[in-house]
């Protein structure tokens, strides 16, 4: 028959129990089997069937029929055991002393009343029936008190689960939740607490916001992800639940489990403008371009208020890569822009320190943004800054092909081709614009001719002026 073993922790005791003991249930659930030994003394316990004790945990009151419970204990090569066993409405109980048969009376029962408080308290043995007894007697505060009087994790979570099985009402379960994440130091048995009865935390804000705040006392990275991932999938959260969630992911080393539990959050299609900006700022603990930039572009498939667009620049801000930092520009510009939150993001590809990548920004900024004259007369200054004149060239003529040429921004461009050292790029800009400048007024034209002049070569400079002067 196959074993399956869980280890728990066990405190020493006058039982005997050491610090680790072994649990060994067979495949079919049938029988229990619990082994323990700290070098002197070794406890074997094996059980079958439901097992309830007296109200003072020092005698067993009942069995389930077919099942029994055996105890033996070796300590310095002497060996006790007790058997009991259902028999019909009653018990049967022996005693033994190596393998000697005595009467269990009184030495048995004596035995028993010392060593069953604690075996009760460390084993999953009566379980069941000490939860409902503690239930019946003081409601939820009396089960939680003897949850935190059992040794170890592995048997509150076991009480706490066998709690959630009563007829609870939802107002019941933020204490129980509170409780318990108190109790428990494994964030391993905290987690499965609370999946295993998400169905049931679920169903009112208090009991969900409680689990939330369960994660905010778990270390691993991974439990709080898991939990709270399961918790956005059962109900969305609400805005003190986001504002829990937030704090958490503050609090994570992993960006890619920030990245996770924030992409989660953004599957909810109740979220306020508030929230999003709130979430926004929250990807400014991610270190990592990549993973903030995966978060940032999700939020910006949302449609999103001047304010959060103005959150989502700064935030942008804190991206070092120009890779990264193109595709979330590029992004924004998908929506078409206005005011300060155009002016702003203009002012973001200062940032971008690679010419292919400005340049790239600066292009999609012309054709998809309608730019003021003074907007467009920056965007004019970041390109002429770049260091290629192949790149400065190409934003240039792509600024020519826009629509709206005011006189302003044809100024603009001309003062931008000062910047360009190549006489070669220089004119190639110059003839292109030079069908804009004869429609325009003189002082686009002045413009036109200062920056030829700027141009070295005879042979370009002929060509730029001609461009204007032919009809």
Known sequence: ???????????????????????????NGSKITYKNTNGLNSFNIEV??????????????SISSDGYLEITKTSFGSRRTIKITAEGNSLKREYYEGRTQLPYEPEGRKWLAEILP?????????????VNRFYRKGGVPAVLTEIGALEGDYMRAHYANLLLKLPLTPKDHPAIISKVSSLLDSDH??????DNNMDQFVKNKESLDAVLAATNKMESDHYKTQVIKEALRAQPASAEGVRIILATVGKMDSDHYKTEILNSLLRQSNLSDAVLTEIINGTKSIDSDHYRTEVLMRILERDLSATAYKQAVEAAQEIESDHYLTQVIKSMLDNSLEGDVLTNLLSLTTAIESDHYRTEILTTLLRKQNLKDDQFKKLMEYGSN???????????????????????????????????????????????SAPAVKKAGNPVKEAYRAAARKIESETYYGRALRAIETE
């Open 1 to 27: 028959m196959k074993l399956v073993c869980i280890f728990f922790a066990l405190l020493i005791s006058t039982t005997g129990w050491s610090q680790s003991s072994q649990v060994y249930a067979s495949g």
């Open 48 to 61: 079958r069937g439901k097992i309830e004790v007296t109200d003072d945990d020092r005698d067993i009151k």
């Open 118 to 130: 604690e075996v009760v308290r460390t084993t999953t043995i009566a379980a069941e029936s000490r």
């Open 189 to 194: 048995y905290l987690t499965e607490f609370l």
């Open 386 to 432: 770049m260091n290629s004149d192949h790149y400065k060239s190409q934003t240039l003529q792509v600024a020519l092909s826009t629509t709206n040429l005011t006189d302003a921004k044809l100024i603009s461009v001309m003062q931008a081709v000062q910047g360009i050292d190549s006489d070669h790029y220089a004119t190639e800009v110059l003839v292109r």
